[in-house]
């Protein structure tokens, strides 16, 4: 409903939010809280003097955690200035390039990793000093009134709930390797490729957030050097998942599976294909994730068949044995009773003595943690400061023929200084602009995830022909609009034209890549076509009430994907940049996806 509600940006006056718990599946509260943005929206300046947040406690944690959240007060404000390739090309366009620099220094993210980094470390350095002034209160006091008695009590507690929190990560790795066994037992029997449903959480053992996938092949019987070298003793099989990535995973992701056996024509089409990705992308390195697994982008390739991967109604999870459901219940029980037990002897010794030594150690171990929260925070803002990323994405521009890099070198070059052996010295940068090349052109007046991809398949030949209603169907793959979500299905598949297109275009998204690559920048290439047939469907003149009949997705994620798209064909159409044939496509299926419901939104 929040996202149905922001679907057009409106800002919206509210006095009562209900917002769910969000934390992570496994417990881990998250840093940037989405129910904490939500809750502190909860009354309007200029209307309200006070609003109502109701947290809605969740099956992973218990009602403190909520309290937590609500204690925790409104996010910092964090600078949402970034760099990207429209602002790069449009500062470059509109401004010579001294002047860019001193634009891009006046942001409020330069502010923050300047003179607002110096007061936020000045700001740590004072609650530090506060908790070492409390500390030494509290030794000062320590004993007295018996409050030794009651802090050694909840010292014990905490020891307690410790143990029975290792005892249960025990036992969930030991059901996580029953589960295992089951699944290469179960892949042995059924023969690859196979549909899974895949457990990236290998620490929590249930079966409500598996990723539909395909197992391909097992890791080390692929003739494949590259991959070789990812191969351990234990068995390993690369996959690829329904959100269009390629994953090697071990017996342990391995949840559910899909009944049912691909035939030979497709599996082996489809292992030709991941395999072939699988290696090229393996020269770049494969990412080493949280849940033990390696992960690396799909392709233009690969997306034909992760848009046929089923959804995840379609999985049935594979059970653990009676005994061993009996057994982790049971430890969490124990665990659940532990940290009642703890929580109920904090507050004892919190109150034990009023305002005294019991509450002073609460308050001194919360506003450490808040000092080292925002420690860590003030870290992880001091890397490669905001000229020096425009710097880095100028070169790579040059290098993917958007920026003509013979006026970027003038345009830097201080006046009586030659460009080299036997040159004249230069009359100096000052005043002269960078030139953007045609592609450049295109990609500054398109806004999107990743303009320069997104100028890139605007501006190829293989688009070319395609028909208004096949185009929009590829323009929603390559946006990245809907993210990963693996829930997503439709019944209507891209058509062959489109996704003939994508695997076209892979060479340049894959040239696109090592440049971004080779220049650290992590902007999304996305290929996504699980979406592309419902939109070729909708402007196509299929009605709203079958479009909805036929996906699995809420009205108001469908409006937003249509929306999103149709807002790009509108950039397409009026770039003056692109072939006159595309842009007259382009506004032919802007139109066709601009019918009601969807033109009856306010943009």
């Known amino acids: 409903m929040w996202r149905q509600l922001l679907l057009n940006g409106s800002h919206l006056i509210m006095h009562l939010i209900i917002a769910g718990c969000s934390t992570l599946p496994w417990g881990k509260a998250s840093s940037s809280d989405s129910s904490n943005a939500m809750g502190w929206s909860c009354w309007t300046p200029g209307f309200d003097t006070a ?3 109701i947290i809605l406690q969740n099956r992973y944690e218990e009602a403190e955690v909520a309290l937590e959240i609500i204690a925790k007060g409104p996010e910092p404000l964090q600078s949402q200035f970034s760099i990207g390739y429209n602002m790069v090309l449009n500062l470059l366009h509109r401004f010579t390039l001294p002047e860019a620099q001193a634009f891009v220094q006046r942001s409020f993210n330069a502010f923050l990793r300047g003179e607002g980094w110096r007061r936020k470390l000045a700001e740590i350095e004072t609650m530090e000093q506060r908790v070492r002034i409390m500390l030494d209160q509290v030794a000062a006091a320590d004993g007295k009134d018996g409050t030794r008695g009651a802090a050694a009590a909840y010292e014990k507690a905490k020891g307690r709930l410790k143990e029975e929190r290792r005892a249960l990560k025990l036992l969930t790795s030991q059901a996580t390797d029953e589960r295992g066994l089951l699944a290469t037992q179960t892949l042995e029997a059924a023969g690859l490729p196979h549909m899974v449903g895949l457990s990236l959480d290998p620490a929590n053992p249930d079966d409500f957030h598996l990723l539909p996938g395909m197992v391909v092949a097992e890791v080390n019987g692929l003739d494949s050097p590259s991959l070789d070298q990812h191969a351990k003793a234990t068995i390993q099989w690369l996959c690829l998942t329904s959100d269009n990535r390629m994953l090697i995973v071990q017996p342990r992701h391995i949840g559910g599976f899909v009944e049912g056996v691909l035939g030979a024509a497709e599996g082996g089409r489809a292992l030709l294909a991941i395999s072939q990705a699988a290696d090229t992308h393996d020269a770049f390195g494969w990412r080493q994730a949280v849940g033990g697994f390696l992960s690396a982008p799909g392709t233009g390739t690969t997306a034909p068949f992760a848009a046929r991967i089923p959804g995840i109604e379609a999985i049935t999870p594979l059970p653990l044995s009676k005994a061993m459901e009996e057994a982790v219940e049971q430890q969490q029980d124990r665990a659940a009773e532990a940290r009642r037990s703890m929580l109920k002897l904090k507050a004892e010794a919190q109150a034990f003595s009023g305002p005294g030594p019991g509450r002073l150690r609460i ?27 425009f710097q880095s994405i100028m070169a790579m521009l040059s290098q993917a023929d958007a920026l003509d890099g013979d006026t970027i070198f003038r345009a830097g070059q201080p006046a009586g200084r030659a460009r080299g052996p036997g040159k004249e010295p230069s009359a100096g940068g000052e005043g002269q602009r960078v030139r953007l090349l045609p592609l450049g052109d295109v990609a500054r007046q398109i806004n999107g995830s990743n303009e320069l991809w997104l100028a890139t398949v605007l501006s190829s030949p293989e688009i070319q022909t395609l028909t208004p209603p096949q185009l929009a169907a590829l323009l929603s793959g390559i946006t990245g609009d809907m993210g990963t979500r693996p829930s997503m299905t439709a019944r209507y598949e891209a ?13 340049a998204r894959m040239a696109l890549y090592q440049l971004q690559m080779a220049h650290g920048l ?7 076509l699980r979406l592309a047939g419902l939109v070729e469907a909708w402007a196509n003149g299929v009605a709203w009430k079958q479009i909805m009949r036929d996906c699995n997705l809420d009205d108001g994620d469908v409006a937003r994907l249509f929306s999103r798209t149709a807002d790009l064909l509108r950039q397409a159409a009026h770039c003056p940049g692109l072939e006159p044939d595309l842009r007259r496509s382009a506004r032919r299926a802007m139109r066709d996806l601009d019918r009601p419901p969807i033109s009856d939104l306010v943009m």
């Open 363 to 389: 308050k001194a171990e919360s506003l450490q943690r808040r000092a080292d929260e925002a420690r860590e925070d003030l870290e992880n803002q001091q890397g490669a400061g905001t000229w020096r990323a």
């Open 495 to 507: 058509s062959a034209a489109v996704t003939g297109c994508m695997e076209a275009l892979e060479p």
């Open 51 to 53: 609003g109502q947040c």
């Open 522 to 528: 992590e902007i999304p290439l996305a290929v996504d």
